[in-house]
């Protein structure tokens, strides 16, 4: 059994969360909330998404484990324009699932969670250094790093947070001090990260003000960001590229 | 002899209403006003047009019937951005309109009427269910159908209007009582139509705020409303598709 | 040694009054400011534009030249969207610009400047009638005359300054008296010119409220313009096409 109310922005940020890595997924749901542990098909990114109970309006559920098609969900919520509430309600005979939205309801059948890829166990890394910043910063480096390079190092330096790419001719650096920063754990840490990864990842990343990364040498990044207006968190982790030079 | 002064996002609205069917059509001008009757090129909708004279700002006229390339007014009208009035002139001997908007003025060729597909005659219909609507909870079904399937089915149930469509996999249903509607006339009405003429016709229905149609057992489907900020009237008429099920 | 700081507005409109004709520019750098003149590819039409030091919020330079592919740095600026300076600092070693804006670092390889066409000599020439204009008032004719034509005919009669364009079956054209320009000084001329690249000319044009535009009979238009919020100018010279009729 799962039925539940949310407000249709928080779950179409949810939805955005997951699918700039995935086109399907695995959501586990039970008595505390949902949650998603999925990883991108070329193994380079893992996202690790949990909504608990206190971010919808309304909330009951069983444990159970259903398969959604993100990409049609997507669709089905870009009609819908307006600050409304949405209602979701499982059959789990037919394995459908029920939406309700201003009048209009949906009925949508589910993936069969076999047919999607397993979770993935997500490592537990010690990084060194923490930084945490406005996720605007994040996107306005990766976007001017995608005119450059396909590739960006993330590091740090005592008590400095660097953004890095370097094309063919030309280069681009964002430093950001301590006090431009809202938070900063210096150690050691300088990776080198694909741009189109950080580039998705930091689209949903935008949208809040508080984004923690994690780093170090040569090794994963992890994002973590909490969805905006609620209590739900999400958290990547993104393999790092080996450096040529 | 023709001669009009019309507000452009009046001109603007008539135009959009017919090209959503039909690429050229035969304007029939009277002192009375402007009829268009047409049929578009596959047969399955109709439309009904009538821009009485009290619509103008000013209107001058003899019995004459014009052919236009309706995409043609289409793209000149489309750089014109302020709220102006378009003045109209017909050069009978040259077969050429004049149009005078903001300082610049448009001599356009017009289209032999006899090239044009002859005016249909729009069959009269004993439809039992009506339904006035918003244009814009019409508008919202389509495009919610659009996610879902190619087709959508109209239909009233005691004191209830339903729009729904069904897809391989997935449903969708716009329920809409009595009290969510302007007005209803229940009566035994379910047909199927095809999403692509109700997405067309739904667009210049979306900016009125009463829409009528008229609605019978696998019959077709009148939608009637008046053009914005006018005395005019536009009417569709949409052959119903055979339900497969 | 090349070091300034100047509003990224005024940086992009710059930018844009150039890279409408050419996709490299040589910039002729001396303690008086910055001077480009370009042809484009096709011969057709040149530019001359002209930003003094004192259009710089800092400027301090020597004499050099600099190769300079626009299309890269509109895309830079492309990602920059607040209201902010930009330092520019020439490195002559490595013929590198550096780019400082709003804490992002661009490190700019430039071009060889005698890989680029060289600077064309602008000829002088005596143009008997001269029209100023709103810069909007050129855009809109222009735009008008891109849906009838490939060219549009410029010209002046008496106290009347008009711009019209001929297709193959519709004709645009716009009359503007003495009340309607902000100058005119009449004189015989009428001449006939590409609506590509007046289309690409009136676009940083019609930024400006102040356009002058000397003509002649079957001569060049010359397009001249202050760049917006600045000392700057810019001008255009655009060939004629000859009138087949």
């Known amino acids: 059994m799962f039925k539940a109310i949310i407000d249709v922005n928080l779950l179409k940020d949810s939805i955005e969360s997951l699918s700039v890595l995935v086109d399907e997924a695995r959501f586990r749901i039970s008595p505390e909330g949902i949650a998603v542990r999925a990883v991108d098909p070329a193994n380079v990114a893992m996202v690790s998404f949990d909504l608990p109970a206190s971010a919808f309006d309304e909330f009951e559920a069983d444990d159970s484990e259903i398969g959604m098609d993100l990409s049609k969900v997507t669709d089905i919520l870009s009609v819908i324009d307006k600050k409304e509430n949405i209602m979701m309600e499982l059959d789990e005979m037919s394995q459908k699932i029920l939406l309700k939205i201003g009048g209009l309801s949906y009925t949508i059948s589910l993936l069969d969670p076999s047919t999607i890829r397993a979770e993935p166990k997500i ?59 809202i938070d900063l754990k210096p150690g050691d840490a300088r990776s080198l990260f694909s741009l189109d990864y950080l580039s998705d990842i930091a689209k949903p990343a935008s949208k809040s003000n508080e984004v923690t990364l994690l780093l170090g040498q040569d090794f994963p990044l992890m994002i973590n960001f909490a969805i905006p207006n609620s209590d739900g968190k999400v958290g990547y982790l993104l393999a790092p590229r080996i450096e040529s030079d």
Chains 1, 2, 3 share one sequence.
């Open 123 to 181: 490592p537990q890394l010690d990084l060194p250094a923490k930084v945490v910043l406005n996720g605007m910063d994040l996107r306005k480096a990766v976007r001017a790093a995608e005119k450059i390079s396909d590739h960006m190092i993330l590091g740090v330096e005592n008590d400095l947070f660097y953004m890095e790419a370097e094309g063919d001719t030309d280069s681009v650096r964002l430093n950001m001090t301590r006090d431009q920063l």
